[in-house]
């Protein structure tokens, strides 16, 4: 039995549809609109990415907050 509701499509991976082969820490305006308002990083299944992305793009976040380019908390 399928849980998933039928109203769900299914997203294209931003980085697949765009060819970006690369997720680099330091761009910080591509990797920011996969953070919350929080700070958090968004899941897969909110953002659309494929999961070689998220890896990716998880380790690319973390990676600038530890370069003090996106903050850890927005407090």
Do not use: W
Request: aromatic letters at 10%; charged letters at 30%; a positive charge.
């Amino acid at each position: 039995m399928n849980n998933k509701p039928i109203t769900e499509k299914n997203k294209a991976c931003y980085f697949c549809v765009h060819n970006i082969k690369e997720i680099d820490y330091k761009h910080i305006e591509s990797i920011r609109r996969f953070t919350s308002s929080y700070g958090k990083i968004v899941p897969r299944r909110k953002s659309g990415v494929c999961d070689t992305h998220q890896r990716k793009l998880a380790q690319a976040i973390k990676r600038a907050r530890f370069m003090a380019l996106l903050p850890y908390t927005t407090r």
